[in-house]
């Protein structure tokens, strides 16, 4: 391209000619993924380069000069981008490449009277799917905090966080204890009748009622789904019919827990606070 300048003067006009060069602004760089997000700790992701030479890659503001290889291997996250410069001098950005590797999900359960119990499940991610095995096969319909087991074998749990896709499992041996079925204490000579919770889902209390053939006394508990206690009382019922009541009103919406232990064994009540 040709610019000419001419300048005017009282006294003289001056001219003045001279050729200006205009560069083809390059094509911005454009990274691609060995595999799509999302990722998860320990994932080993490669980034590459559309450009084989003459760019650098940026981690989070700091050139890498180390690496000249169209390859980048990560294994931090952060924020990646590839700047590309031409023989002509002229620069082009990539579009930033920002990389997350997101935890994996806690997954530990333990063992107590045919119980397993996913141990601190207040550490589950907000989104998550609860799955539970036995000898490698699914337990159809098993998705709670809890799991009965009615027969030995090697269980395992599967947490998978619905937002990342992370998943994480752990799995052990767990032996059938025939005096707990359906994790309850064998005792059961100890009532008349079998107890009663109500309502469920409860509202602003909760009753428990039973014909009683003991002197012992009753510890009763009611759990939150993460474990802790927010009820505890311990009665000495004398033989015979009794009920309580427990207010619940004050509690937030969500899974619990009822338990009723004569101090040899243990009953436990799914309960749900609407």
């Known amino acids: 391209m040709s610019l ?28 691609e993924y060995s595999s799509p997000a999302p990722y998860c700790e320990g994932d080993s992701l490669t980034l590459f380069s559309s450009y084989d030479d003459q760019f650098i ?12 290889d169209p390859m980048l291997d990560i294994t931090e996250a952060g924020s990646y981008w590839v700047v590309y410069t031409s023989e002509d001098g002229c620069s082009a950005v990539s579009p ?13 359960f333990t063992i107590a009277n045919n119980l397993l119990s996913i141990y601190q499940p207040e550490q589950l991610p907000e989104s998550y799917l609860i799955e539970w095995f036995v000898n490698g096969e699914l337990i159809p319909d098993a998705q709670d905090f809890t799991y ?14 619905l937002t990342s896709g992370c998943t994480s499992f752990f799995q052990q041996e767990a032996a059938y204890n025939p005096a707990f079925p359906n994790c309850t204490t064998a005792s059961t000579e100890q009532f008349e009748e079998p107890l009663r919770v109500y309502p469920n889902p409860m509202e602003s209390e909760v009753n428990l009622s039973g014909k009683w053939n ?61």
């Open 214 to 274: 003991n002197t012992a006394d009753l510890y009763i508990k009611l759990f939150a789904a993460d474990g802790g206690i927010r009820r505890s009382m311990v009665l000495a019922p004398p033989p015979g019919q009794f009920s309580i009541s427990m207010p619940v009103e004050d509690l937030p919406a969500g899974i619990y827990f009822l338990s009723v232990s004569d101090g040899t064994g243990v009953q436990i009540f799914k309960l749900i606070r609407k």
């Open 96 to 108: 930033v490449s920002t990389i997350v590797f997101n935890p994996y999900p806690q997954a530990v």
């Open 4 to 31: 000419d300048l001419t300048i005017f003067h009282q006294v003289d006009t001056i001219i003045s000619s001279d050729t200006v060069r205009v560069f083809v602004q390059p094509q911005p760089p454009v990274i």
């Open 148 to 161: 009965c087991i009615a027969e030995s074998g090697e269980y395992r749990l599967q947490i998978t966080d």
């Open 57 to 68: 890659w940026y981690q989070d503001s700091v050139p890498i000069l180390s690496i000249t």
